[in-house]
T-cell receptor, first 110, second 112 residues
Framework: GQSLEQPSEVTAVEGAIVQINCTYQ??????LSWYQQHDGGAPTFLSY????GLEETGRFSSFLSRSDSYGYLLLQELQMKDSASYFC???????????FGTGTRLLVSP | KAGVTQTPRYLIKTRGQQVTLSCSPI?????VSWYQQTPGQGLQFLFE???????NKGNFPGRFSGRQFSNSRSEMNVSTLELGDSALYLC???????????FGPGTRLTVL
């Protein structure tokens, strides 16, 4: 099976940089995805890493190390609107379902 | 291109009743997955449909069922509702299996 671990909560101030880590255990790995979810809203796709290294999309970057079964989401120039829950997810071996981490609640303060 | 749509957005039912939720995927997407989200259990996979066939099912009782139509629209049904079924039910679509999944706004089900 698969399991993913994330910190439950991270706090930061506007303009700062924050890193949200994700470690996973899986019998078959096809990539790590990140989703953002605001309270009361639906998960929104942020990024996907299939290979090792850093993927950058504007203020957000995502990193993957397959040898360490580890990835992170880096958020730069934090804004109040970035306050949300962030989930990492892996696709299972049969390409049939996403297995989500427990989620990290990010609180951005002024 | 329009996103994933789900109806209804909110639903209140009583124990023992049944409910049907609907999901319309992004145009051209053929894979539809359903997830249940609760504060205690997080996001849990229910089932996935591709070309009208259920390809995988999560660890939920048989009261939870679904289907997909030829136009890729999908429905899920929960029979004999229990209090613990109160949750946000999310539908996600992707072009094909293994591709990035895009979520709809969800249906908030409350069972009284």
């Amino acid at each position: 099976g698969q399991s993913l671990e994330q910190p439950s909560e991270v706090t930061a101030v506007e303009g700062a940089i924050v890193q949200i880590n994700c470690t996973y255990q899986t019998s078959g790995f096809y990539g790590l995805s990140w989703y953002q979810q605001h309270d009361g809203g639906a998960p929104t796709f942020l990024s996907y890493n299939a290979l090792d290294g850093l993927e950058e999309t504007g203020r957000f970057s995502s990193f993957l190390s397959r040898s360490d079964s580890y990835g992170y989401l880096l958020l730069q120039e934090l804004q109040m609107k970035d306050s949300a829950s962030y989930f990492c997810a892996v696709m299972n071996t049969g390409f049939q379902k996403l297995v989500f981490g427990t989620g990290t609640r990010l609180l951005v303060s002024p | 291109k329009a996103g994933v749509t789900q109806t209804p957005r909110y639903l209140i039912k009583t124990r023992g009743q049944q409910v049907t939720l609907s999901c319309s995927p992004i145009s051209g997407h053929r894979s539809v997955s359903w997830y249940q989200q609760t504060p205690g259990q997080g996001l849990q996979f229910l089932f996935e449909y591709f070309s009208e066939t259920q390809r995988n099912k999560g660890n939920f009782p048989g009261r939870f069922s679904g289907r997909q139509f030829s136009n890729s629209r999908s429905e899920m049904n929960v029979s004999t509702l229990e209090l613990g079924d109160s949750a946000l039910y999310l539908c996600a679509s992707s072009f094909s299996q293994g591709d990035t999944q895009y979520f709809g706004p969800g249906t908030r089900l409350t069972v009284l």
